[in-house]
Structure formats: structure tokens, C-alpha cells
């Protein structure tokens, strides 16, 4: 299982996940929910950013690196990238949905599930801080793809966040 490791006498303990969030919430614009910042950003200005905080939570000695309430397929393409430079460590990668189709930046949840497939390290993709409504229709939109990863689903209590209101 993901969030638990069995050793050969059967004992099971839980896994320390290290929490990556997106590069919005740094911004305290509320870009986190829209990942409207990947349109300004490059790759490596983004990787930049990331890096220190994954190589703490590597070096650390996590067991599992959780990129979370990822909103662009952009910035997950860079942290898959970027978990290149930590061989051996594997991450779960969850994506923030706006709609029952579309990643909060606007791409589809399908294009980045299906992306997510080509890294190794990734041994889980998953759905955060999303609407309960909005579920079953992301996970129906990858039903049919192949894969070999773990499903993850986290959803929030079904609010949304604005500017406004905070």
C-alpha cells in the first residue's frame, strides 16, 4: 500500500510524506487556486523555487514526497522533472480540479494523469482540495487509461475560495 510499508514479520508502520504545495501559495494572491503564475514563470524559475524545499524534505529522510494542490500541468511537469535530481525518491502528485474535467489552470485532468505516467518516481496521482462533485467525473475521465500507479483522493468540504472573501 501507499501509506503504509509491511516488513517480512508482518509489523506495519506509517510512511512520513513531505508536503510540497504549489509555487502560488508563496504569493498570497490566491494564484494557488488558479496557477495563473505558470503563465509568467519559466521552468527553471519554478524548479528554482521548488528545489530547496524538496531537497530539506529529502534530506530529512521522508518517505514519500507529496506535491499537492498542484492547479497547472506545467508546474507538475517541472517537479517530475525536478524529482529527477533525487534518485530513489518517489512522490505522490495531486492535482486541485476547478471543474469534473479541467485542472484549475484549465488543462484536462486526463492530459495530466496521462503525463504523469512516464515518471517512475511518481508511484501515485491524485485529486485535491477539489469540490466532492467534481470526482467522480475526473476519475471517470481516466478510467480507461493503463497505469500502474496509485489513485489518491483528498477532496475539500466543497467551498470555493475567492479573493474577496479569502
Same mark, same amino acid.
Given at each position: 500500500?501507499?501509506?503504509?510499508?509491511?516488513?517480512?514479520?508482518?509489523?506495519?508502520?506509517?510512511?512520513?510524506?513531505?508536503?510540497?504545495?504549489? &509555487?502560488?501559495?508563496?504569493?498570497?494572491?490566491? $494564484?494557488? &487556486?488558479?496557477?495563473?503564475?505558470? #503563465?509568467?514563470?519559466?521552468?527553471?524559475?519554478?524548479?528554482?523555487?521548488?528545489?530547496?524545499?524538496?531537497?530539506?524534505?529529502?534530506?530529512?529522510?521522508?518517505?514519500?514526497?507529496?506535491?499537492?494542490? !498542484?492547479?497547472? !500541468?506545467?508546474?507538475?511537469?517541472?517537479? !517530475?522533472?525536478?524529482?529527477?535530481?533525487?534518485?530513489?525518491?518517489?512522490?505522490?502528485?495531486?492535482?486541485?480540479?476547478?471543474?469534473?474535467?479541467?485542472?484549475?489552470?484549465?488543462?484536462?485532468?486526463?492530459?495530466?494523469?496521462?503525463?504523469?505516467?512516464?515518471?517512475?518516481?511518481?508511484?501515485?496521482?491524485?485529486? #485535491?482540495?477539489?469540490?466532492?462533485?467534481?470526482?467522480? $467525473?475526473?476519475?471517470?475521465?481516466?478510467?480507461?487509461?493503463?497505469? #500502474?500507479?496509485?489513485?489518491?483522493?483528498?477532496?475539500? $468540504?466543497?467551498?470555493?475560495?475567492?479573493?474577496?472573501?479569502?
Amino acid at each position: 500500500m501507499l501509506l503504509k510499508h509491511q516488513t517480512e514479520d508482518l509489523d506495519v508502520y506509517p510512511l512520513v510524506l513531505g508536503e510540497v504545495g504549489p &509555487y502560488g501559495a508563496c504569493r498570497h494572491d490566491g $494564484s494557488e &487556486y488558479t496557477g495563473s503564475y505558470v #503563465n509568467n514563470l519559466s521552468s527553471k524559475e519554478l524548479k528554482d523555487w521548488h528545489r530547496p524545499r524538496v531537497r530539506a524534505l529529502v534530506e530529512a529522510g521522508v518517505d514519500l514526497l507529496a506535491f499537492e494542490t !498542484i492547479p497547472a !500541468i506545467e508546474e507538475a511537469m517541472m517537479l !517530475i522533472e525536478l524529482l529527477q535530481e533525487f534518485p530513489g525518491t518517489e512522490a505522490l502528485l495531486s492535482f486541485t480540479c476547478k471543474d469534473g474535467v479541467c485542472t484549475c489552470h484549465g488543462g484536462s485532468f486526463r492530459e495530466a494523469f496521462t503525463r504523469c505516467m512516464g515518471s517512475q518516481q511518481v508511484v501515485a496521482i491524485g485529486i #485535491n482540495c477539489t469540490a466532492p462533485c467534481h470526482i467522480s $467525473s475526473l476519475l471517470r475521465s481516466v478510467q480507461d487509461v493503463e497505469h #500502474n500507479k496509485q489513485l489518491a483522493v483528498y477532496p475539500n $468540504s466543497g467551498e470555493d475560495w475567492t479573493c474577496e472573501e479569502g
